[in-house]
């Protein structure tokens, strides 16, 4: 005759993914170069194949100090970077780019699996970046890319007409 009583935090789900439509409907962007930006190799080999179908050259980082390393060698035309990882997160990897990089800073895309927690759902909201969460819609992944790519097309670095 035993009863047990689970009581689970209510939690607000997060405010819908900040959106990443274009205003304006825009010719699709050619081959850019991305770099990718996340602690789990089954979500790199997920991101990387998505990105190659599309035409793109995808470098991958393991953690925020790999990708400060790939910032400081090439220019990328956009980042998909994971908030929760080892060594160096997504948080402080942005706040790296803002000093180093400034230009590229709303190049980030962020990816996160966590939008429960405050001080993610905090981040995501103080900084105003696109982001998508884990599990991953892939074409929900796709127009996020597609519309950072309009977005910033034209911008200096632009590394989709260059053959290298």
């Known amino acids: 005759g035993a009863s047990f009583v689970t009581q689970l935090p ?4 997060p ?3 900040k959106a990443l439509q274009p205003e304006v409907e825009e010719e699709a962007p050619g081959r ?9 190799l089954p ?8 990105l190659e179908a599309e035409g793109h050259e995808v470098h991958l980082a393991g953690n925020g100090e790999a990708a400060l390393s790939c910032l400081g060698s090439y220019e990328y035309d956009l980042i ?10 997504g948080e402080e990897l942005l706040a790296q780019i803002h000093l180093r990089w400034p230009h590229l800073a709303r190049t980030v895309i962020l990816t996160t699996g ?22 991953f819609d892939i074409n929900r992944l796709r127009q996020a890319v597609r519309t950072a790519l309009i977005r910033s097309a034209g911008g200096a670095g632009s ?6």
């Open 10 to 13: 209510v939690v607000a789900p």
């Open 15 to 17: 405010k819908t993914e």
């Open 32 to 40: 850019a170069r991305i770099l990718v930006v996340d602690d789990e």
């Open 43 to 50: 979500v790199q080999e997920l991101l990387c194949s998505v």
């Open 80 to 89: 998909l970077s994971d908030i929760k990882m080892p060594e160096l997160d």
């Open 114 to 135: 966590d939008v429960v927690t405050e001080k993610t759902r905090a981040f995501l909201e103080r900084d105003g970046l696109p982001y998508i969460t884990k599990p």
């Open 159 to 164: 590394t989709r007409n260059r053959s290298d």
